[in-house]
């Protein structure tokens, strides 16, 4: 997830938006389809994006 915008959505195992996800391959999880994050993912992704963008307004 570090290279694209974080989605707080995305799938569990991978982050990947849901709509873009098909069925994937990660390791330590083999092929799986989008699996719902779990609510504490889903806060910590949501926080995560929001002190990035808190970091990059402070920049300007």
Do not use: F, N, S
């Amino acid at each position: 997830m570090a290279d694209r915008e974080i989605t707080p959505y995305g799938c569990r195992h991978c982050g990947t938006p849901r709509g873009e996800h098909g069925r994937r391959y990660r390791a330590g999880v083999g092929m799986h389809a989008w699996d719902r994050p779990t609510d504490r993912q889903i806060l910590a992704r949501m926080q995560h994006r929001r002190a990035l963008r808190l970091a990059i307004k402070g920049t300007r």
